[in-house]
T-cell receptor, first 114, second 113 residues
Framework: QQQVKQSPQSLIVQKGGISIINCAYENTAFDYFPWYQQFPGKGPALLIAIRPDVSEKKEGRFTISFNKSAKQFSLHIMDSQPGDSATYFCAARSSGGSNYKLTFGKGTLLTVNP | DSGVTQTPKHLITATGQRVTLRCSPRSGDLSVYWYQQSLDQGLQFLIQYYNGEERAKGNILERFSAQQFPDLHSELNLSSLELGDSALYFC????????????FGPGTRLLVL
């Protein structure tokens, strides 16, 4: 059972455009939602994260929008740059019980054309 | 550079064999996680250790085992390897077992022929 569904699988954006990646989750116990960025040959790196008590979080050109009632969250990359070309993973985690593992979406390959 | 190191970087082996992947966490981090990344399954959590003790288990096969040593480095042992075990294996670390931020290593690419 895939607990975090991510779309689209791949995305091509022109330089300067807005990249939008969406995720939906099922487990209402999730209370921490990070986005990871992965470049080829590297491990994933934390990009930005949000908790469900806020609807939006912005760090530079990266913004997470969170809709608790719809159980959806999305990553917006403003003024996308070729250097943003990477695979992006959304994830979710619950802070209850003894298992704090991250559940990842399947990833979105973003290509930003110059 | 996350500060997490993994060796080897690449590993090519045959079906039925056994391999050991090694991970050194960031200085000061007590918790280590292992993930498997494949094209069809994405990033799958395998197992977590905290200060030498197993903390949580995910989709880890019985042919796989792991441990965390007193110096906090961890090893993932994969035995009776099958073609389908070919994947990227990542180690991540965090300060405690409850920490939100996990720092990933560069991964070990395993190819089973």
């Amino acid at each position: 059972q895939q607990q975090v569904k991510q779309s689209p699988q791949s995305l091509i954006v022109q330089k300067g455009g807005i990249s939008i990646i969406n995720c939906a989750y099922e487990n209402t116990a999730f209370d921490y939602f990070p986005w990871y960025q992965q470049f080829p040959g590297k491990g994933p790196a934390l990009l930005i994260a949000i908790r469900p008590d806020v609807s939006e979080k912005k760090e530079g050109r990266f913004t997470i929008s969170f809709n608790k009632s719809a159980k959806q969250f999305s990553l917006h990359i403003m003024d996308s740059q070729p250097g943003d070309s990477a695979t992006y993973f959304c994830a979710a985690r619950s802070s209850g019980g003894s298992n704090y593992k991250l559940t990842f979406g399947k990833g979105t390959l973003l290509t930003v054309n110059p | 550079d996350s500060g997490v190191t993994q060796t080897p970087k690449h590993l090519i082996t045959a079906t039925g064999q056994r391999v050991t992947l090694r991970c050194s966490p960031r200085s000061g981090d007590l918790s280590v996680y292992w993930y498997q990344q494949s094209l069809d399954q994405g990033l799958q959590f395998l197992i977590q250790y905290y200060n030498g003790e197993e903390r949580a288990k995910g989709n880890i096969l019985e042919r796989f085992s792991a441990q965390q040593f007193p110096d906090l480095h961890s090893e993932l042992n994969l035995s009776s390897l099958e073609l389908g075990d070919s994947a990227l294996y990542f180690c991540a670390s965090s300060v405690t077992w409850q920490s939100e931020t996990q720092y990933f290593g560069p991964g070990t690419r395993l190819l089973v022929l």
